[in-house]
């Protein structure tokens, strides 16, 4: 077996082949938000995505900050949850409209109505890749490509947690410079969930380093409460007092206590890994400017885009993940945020599936013309208008509504596991498991 350190040097050798190798991938607008948008969220892989932002957009050393919460290494795959609204019936009766819920027991449409709770959860992305080498081999060449989109002023944090960030300490040493290495900031939360064997795992790492050593950074303050909160009264030092005690000002620590986005919390938009606003509006307050780029190639629930718009600074996002961009798209229209959605010709010239659907049609003002404007018009208010997935907006495929039509006309899930297949399986609770286009993984049926 070879060792870390060896394994390591050639992930660095065959990242940099690769890099050298990239093709540019093949865009086009699928709509766009506002008069001017300056913006833009791609749907597709991120690496042919920034070999085209390169190539094609002149954007090589114009990113003021990068930020990616990648696939930690966990082995494990994530999903989403989503809210199916079902017009046309009610718990009560029967008549009118009504919906299927995460909480609450209603009644489900069909011939013979059925009491039950029924969540509808989406694949997010899967990270069950089980080989450390390829995992390491994919962040890296995707890592030289953005220390290309970097200005020289720029800098780049990497969010990972335990199972995987000493390795990628040492490729971003490797990549961007032992020097250029910043902070270990460390993001310490409460969530449920322990061992008896370990110490609670409770905490995540950004690796924060720059491109080179004239990078912009704006330090951040935080309170520095007084041994036993008392006034020290020490000469030229200011003190401040509030509900707690004495405190004084200083420059903010690498450790972060900022809650998660729980269950209950307003931010919460379904997507299972989710970013706190408050995370990451440190990491642009302390990186960027008004007015600057901050680039998210790992884009997830829209976190860094949504928090850029809302701090006047321009976003450029990617995912290959259709409930990302659904979950992004709708959270960035309805904050007003000004964008285009790209779309990867190659891989995504028909979304398929449950399409694109945010409450109400955007303005397409982007380049696309008259046809392509209708089309994308269709996608966003597909035919399959009886069964419409409330949080986030997204409809349901029609071969999505066939197979849920069947099983709620006759309740019977061997009949929904005949036509779904031998992925199907039944344990638990009832729960539908679906891929946000068109792809049925799992129901369970309690």
Request: aromatic residues 10%; hydrophobic residues 35%; charged residues 25%.
């Amino acid at each position: 077996m070879k060792s870390i350190i060896t394994m390591l040097a050639e992930v660095e050798s065959r990242s940099k082949a690769d890099y050298e190798k990239l093709k540019s991938g093949s865009y086009e607008n699928y709509f766009g938000c506002g008069k001017s948008p300056e913006s833009i969220f791609a749907w597709g892989d991120n690496l042919p995505f920034m070999k085209y932002l390169v190539d094609e957009k002149n954007m090589a050393g114009k990113i003021d900050m990068i930020y990616i919460d990648p696939p930690f290494f966990s082995k494990a795959a994530y999903s989403g949850t989503l809210t199916l609204e079902m017009p046309g019936q009610t718990a009560e009766t029967g008549e009118t409209a009504g919906s299927i819920e995460t909480a609450g027991s209603i009644e489900t449409a069909g011939a013979e109505a059925t009491k039950g709770k029924v969540l509808l959860r989406v694949a997010a992305y899967d990270d069950r890749n089980k080989n450390l080498k390829n995992y390491l081999l994919m962040l890296a060449v995707r890592l030289r490509m953005m220390k290309d989109l970097l200005k020289d002023t720029g800098t780049i944090w990497v969010h990972l947690d335990w199972h995987a960030v000493h390795y990628v300490k040492i490729l971003m040493d490797m990549i961007f410079g032992e020097k250029n290495f910043i902070n270990e900031v460390v993001w310490s939360y409460k969530s449920g969930g322990s061992s008896r064997r370990t110490f609670a795992k409770k905490h995540d790492t950004l690796l924060f380093y720059s491109k080179t050593r004239k990078y912009n950074f704006h330090p951040l303050m935080e309170k520095s409460y007084n041994r036993g909160y008392k006034p020290y009264k020490f000469k030229g030092v200011r003190e401040f007092e509030d509900e707690l005690g004495w405190y004084t000002n200083v420059n903010m620590r690498d450790v972060w206590n900022i809650d998660m986005v729980g269950r209950t919390s307003g931010e919460r938009n379904g997507y299972a890994t989710q970013k706190p606003q408050e995370l990451i509006r440190r990491i642009i307050e302390s990186s960027t400017s008004e007015g600057d780029i901050c680039a998210d190639f790992f884009a997830g629930s829209g976190t860094l885009a949504a928090t850029a718009q809302s701090m006047n600074r321009r976003f450029i996002a990617c995912d290959a993940g259709g409930f990302s961009v659904s979950t992004s798209c709708r959270r960035l229209v309805e904050s007003g945020a000004e964008f285009e959605l790209l779309i990867d010709t190659e891989t995504q010239t028909n979304p398929g599936g449950a399409a694109f659907y945010f409450g109400s049609e955007p303005e397409n003002t982007g380049t696309a013309d008259a046809d392509k404007r209708e089309d994308a018009a269709a996608h966003l208010k597909p035919k399959a208008e009886k069964y419409e997935l409330a949080n986030p907006e997204i409809f349901l495929a029609p071969q999505d509504v066939q197979l849920l039509e069947e099983y709620l006309k006759t309740g019977d899930p061997a009949r929904f596991l005949s036509i779904c297949g031998p992925a199907c399986e039944l344990t638990g609770k009832p729960e539908f498991v679906m891929d946000v286009f068109g792809n049925v993984a799992e129901i369970r049926q309690g």
